[in-house]
């Protein structure tokens, strides 16, 4: 099967380039700002209508992987335009060509279309987002759902991994110092390795579903209690990690104070990983890596 990983440079793009390759995948994907020298990589504009049409036409994937986006929380709520031009206008112009050359659909979204005031969100649940983020990946799964005829929209929550800066990896970086952190105790997430978060996808492709999935880790856990985790499975200092409240973050946008995931339905085609055991798989690349 050929593959095209739009936003292949990005935390999950990398990942998942790597995986499909394993599978024995005929793997293409893009970038934007940050170059890759690597075969099957190419630049690309989603906001270009024409250039993204036609690019995808060449190429002729079976299945196109949607994980390009903006998603800098605070930063969408300040740069609107930009939001809505990569999120939904650029989510459009995939779904445009993927529909015109009949490829399967798959657009990572994410948590944070629902308010947060439930938690343990299932597919069917009323999505409500109450920051621009949110609001403009829900439009982008708007356009999937009207355009394609064959998708998948895969929900996701905290992502962390190897490739790219995120969460984890600067709380590990903080802890290295020895330097204490501040983390909300009132924020309830489903955290989600991108090697899982890609073996869901991966197995979702392969079984040809269709439809909306809740694609993220397998277990639901606080901010604060994750960090601790975190700080005990790397050999850090618990005491490191600080409590504080939503409301004493210095945030731009509002946040859900709990949009976490039920993953029932993915779990019948892979079973997401716990806390443990993802974090335990990041440890194994980190320490190898020197750290």
């Given at each position: 099967?050929?593959a095209?990983?739009?936003?292949?440079?990005?935390?999950?793009?990398?990942?998942?380039?790597y995986?499909?390759?394993?599978?024995?995948?005929?793997?293409?994907?893009?970038?934007?700002?940050?170059?890759?020298?690597?075969?099957?990589?190419?630049?690309?504009?989603?906001?270009?209508?024409d250039?993204?049409?036609?690019?995808?036409?060449?190429?002729?994937?079976?299945?196109?992987?949607?994980t390009a986006?903006?998603?800098?929380?605070?930063?969408?709520?300040?740069?609107?335009?930009?939001?809505?031009?990569?999120?939904?206008?650029?989510?459009?112009?995939?779904?445009?060509?993927?529909?015109?050359?009949?490829?399967?659909?798959?657009?990572?979204?994410t948590?944070y279309?629902?308010n947060?005031?439930?938690?343990?969100?299932?597919?069917?649940?009323?999505?409500?987002?109450?920051?621009?983020?949110?609001?403009?990946?829900?439009?982008?799964?708007?356009?999937?759902?009207?355009?394609?005829?064959?998708?998948?929209?895969?929900?996701?929550?905290?992502?962390?991994?190897?490739?790219?800066?995120?969460?984890?990896?600067?709380?590990?970086?903080?802890?290295?110092?020895n330097?204490?952190?501040?983390i909300?105790?009132d924020?309830?997430?489903?955290?989600?390795h991108?090697?899982?978060?890609?073996?869901?996808?991966?197995?979702?492709?392969?079984?040809?579903?269709?439809?909306?999935?809740?694609?993220?880790?397998?277990?639901?856990?606080s901010?604060?209690?994750?960090?601790?985790?975190?700080?005990?499975?790397?050999?850090?200092?618990?005491?490191?990690?600080?409590?504080?409240?939503?409301?004493?973050?210095?945030?731009?946008?509002?946040?859900?104070?709990?949009?976490?995931?039920?993953?029932?339905?993915?779990?019948?085609?892979?079973?997401p990983?716990?806390?443990?055991?993802a974090?335990?798989?990041?440890?194994?690349?980190?320490?190898?890596?020197?750290?």
């Open positions: 099967m050929k095209l990983i739009v936003g292949g440079s990005g935390l999950l793009g990398q990942q998942l380039v995986l499909l390759k394993q599978h024995d995948f005929d793997v293409y994907a893009t970038y934007h700002s940050e170059p890759i020298n690597e075969d099957g990589f190419f630049p690309l504009d989603i906001t270009n209508a250039d993204t049409v036609s690019f995808i036409e060449e190429i002729k994937p079976d299945a196109i992987v949607s986006a903006f998603s800098n929380v605070d930063k969408c709520e300040e740069l609107k335009d930009t939001a809505f031009k990569i999120n939904v206008t650029g989510t459009k112009n995939v779904a445009l060509a993927a529909e015109k050359i009949n490829a399967k659909m798959v657009y990572v979204s948590d279309i629902f947060g005031e439930k938690g343990q969100y299932k597919e069917t649940d009323k999505t409500d987002p109450i920051d621009y983020y949110g609001f403009t990946k829900l439009e982008g799964e708007k356009q999937v759902q009207n355009i394609c005829s064959d998708f998948i929209i895969a929900r996701t929550s905290v992502l962390y991994g190897v490739h790219k800066p995120n969460f984890v990896t600067w709380m590990i970086s903080e802890f290295e110092q330097r204490s952190i501040s909300v105790k924020q309830i997430i489903s955290p989600t991108t090697m899982d978060l890609s073996e869901q996808l991966l197995a979702l492709i392969e079984d040809d579903a269709r439809g909306i999935f809740h694609t993220a880790g397998g277990e639901i856990v901010r604060y209690d994750f960090a601790l985790k975190t700080a005990e499975l790397f050999n850090f200092d618990v005491d490191l990690v600080q409590p504080t409240s939503m409301d004493e973050m210095n945030w731009v946008a509002k946040r859900p104070k709990n949009s976490s995931l039920n993953v029932s339905k993915v779990t019948k085609f892979k079973k990983y716990g806390v443990e055991k974090l335990g798989l990041l440890a194994k690349v980190v320490i190898g890596e020197g750290r």
